[in-house]
Nanobody, 118 residues
Framework: QVQLVESGGGLVQAGGSLRLSCAASGSIFSFNAMAWYRQAPGKERELVAR???????YYADSVKGRFTISRDNAKNTLYLQMNSLKPDDTAMYSCAARRYFGPIYDYWGQGTQVTVSS
């Protein structure tokens, strides 16, 4: 069983930057994909970004050009660099990992709060 632990959230002004990290307790090399999701109060959870084992990336339209997802297999860590943050980016951000291709993620972290003030 792999555990995922996020860090790096916090309070930042609009236009600022944060880098989220997701440390895995085991190897992430074999994961088919890892992703960042977010959920704001009263809203559904949404996929923010995803990176495959071949480092193919996907971004939600709302973050494209501002956020960058990356993974360091040697450190068993997933990252999300967030630039030009907006108040609408305020949410709980969680990382997830899946072993096989498909919609189901097998492992989830507890989340880290990101709050962007205007």
């Amino acid at each position: 069983q792999v555990q995922l632990v996020e860090s790096g959230g916090g309070l930042v002004q609009a236009g600022g930057s944060l880098r989220l990290s997701c440390a895995a307790s085991g190897s992430i090399f074999s994961f088919n994909a890892m992703a960042w999701y977010r959920q704001a109060p009263g809203k559904e959870r949404e996929l923010v970004a995803r990176i495959s084992s071949r480092e193919i990336t996907y971004y939600a339209d709302s973050v494209k050009g501002r956020f960058t997802i990356s993974r360091d297999n040697a450190k068993n860590t997933l990252y999300l660099q967030m630039n030009s943050l907006k108040p609408d980016d305020t949410a709980m951000y969680s990382c997830a990992a899946r072993r096989y291709f498909g919609p189901i993620y097998d492992y989830w972290g507890q989340g880290t709060q990101v709050t962007v003030s205007s």
